[in-house]
Each structure stands twice: as C-alpha cells, then as structure tokens.
C-alpha cells in the first residue's frame, strides 16, 4: 500500500505589513495564488501588530474584520461563520501576534488568521530589528528623502509632548535601527538635538 506524503504546510514569513503591501498579488484563473515579493512566493505570514479597529457581526452571516498596524502600514484580518470566535475576545490597543494566509479580495490584501495571540507590546520593536538583520538596508526612504531630515522632523513634531523615544523612531521610521542611532549620535553631537533622560529626544535646532 502506497502512503501519501503529508501535505507541506507554507513557510509563514515573518514581515512587515509595508512590505506586504508592497508584494505584487499573483492571480490564476480568477483566485489568488500567492504574494510575489521579491524572490519570494508569500502564501502564509508571521505578523506583529497593534489592534486599531475592530468590527463584528454576530448574527445570521458571522463576520468579523480587525485592522491592525505595525508602523509600517495597516491590514485587515477577516474571519467568517463560526471562526469569528478567534477574534471576539480581542480589544483596541492589544498588541497580536498573528499566523496566516494572505488572501485578495477586490483588490485588497488581507490576512485569514489561524492562530492569534496577545503578546507583550515590546515585541514589536524586537520584531522589527529582527527583520531589518535578516536582509540588506536601505538607508533611504518616503521618495528618497535622507534618514536624518525624517529623524527631525519626528523630533520637531514631538515637542508637544516633551520629546520622542528612540525606541518610536526606530519603529516609525523604515531604515536600519543601524544608520538610525548613528544618524541620532551625530545630531546629539552638532547639537541640534539633546536627551533630557537616557532614551528621550528634545529638539534644539
């Protein structure tokens, strides 16, 4: 008797939402097939991500929609019939992590969650630095602009609130932690910049 080999479950790629955003939908025959990102066919994905929105419907056709957001962008996760159990329990402001398939529908990407977990909001910025080590900088971003004038400009926009962590910056902003903290020495250094507390980023100009 002839055994079946077990099906392969997909690779659940830890990204980004920006760079799912980014992937190009491959559509065969009318249906999604994957997420082309750069030499990568995505079907599944490992994402971190803060609670913003959250919709559901309870009655005769069971659907439930969460948005989430990583700094990087936004998604929706949609769940449907009885399934919508996984996402009832979850609030705005709880910080998930979430397994899934990528689907496309109307031309919006967005994620059928298998597992979803509430995790500790610090895993964010450990999940960010993760991925920036696993693949090659770029030091520029948001049409070009120099790393260094975004960094003021994040400062300058804090100072309402008394300053911006470094640990925001680097969340915030779409370029290695690297070239980030160096960038952010060299303004402490010129004096454009000052920490009142370890960590805390004033503007001086």
């Known amino acids: 008797m002839e055994l079946k080999e ?7 790629y830890k990204l980004r939402i ?4 980014k992937g190009k939908p491959i559509i065969e025959d009318g249906r999604f097939r994957f997420l082309e990102l750069g030499d990568k066919n995505i079907v599944r994905v490992n994402l971190l ?3 913003v929105d959250k919709f559901v419907n309870d009655g005769e056709k069971k659907y439930a929609s969460i948005t989430v957001d990583d700094a990087s962008g936004q998604i929706r996760l949609k769940q449907f019939g009885e399934d919508i159990a996984m996402l009832k329990d979850i ?14 529908y109307n031309s919006e990407l ?8 509430k995790v500790d909001p610090k895993w ?7 991925i920036q080590n696993q693949r090659k900088e770029i030091p520029l971003q948001e049409g070009n ?22 640990d925001n ?13 160096q960038e952010i020495k060299k303004l402490l250094e010129d004096g454009l910049i000052y920490e009142p507390r370890p960590g805390r980023l004033r503007y001086l100009g």
């Open 145 to 166: 602009r120099p790393v260094v004038d975004l960094i003021k400009e994040r400062i300058k926009e804090a100072e309402a609130d008394g300053g911006v962590d470094v």
């Open 91 to 104: 609030t705005q402001g709880d910080t998930l992590q979430i397994i899934g398939n990528v689907r496309e």
């Open 124 to 130: 964010l910025l450990v999940r960010k630095l993760e």
């Open 49 to 51: 991500a803060n609670v």
């Open 110 to 117: 967005y994620i059928m969650p298998e597992i979803v977990k």
């Open 169 to 181: 910056l680097i969340m915030e902003i779409e370029a290695s932690p690297d070239l980030i903290n």
């Open 18 to 21: 920006g760079d799912i955003l």
């Open 6 to 12: 077990p099906m392969k479950r997909n690779v659940a």
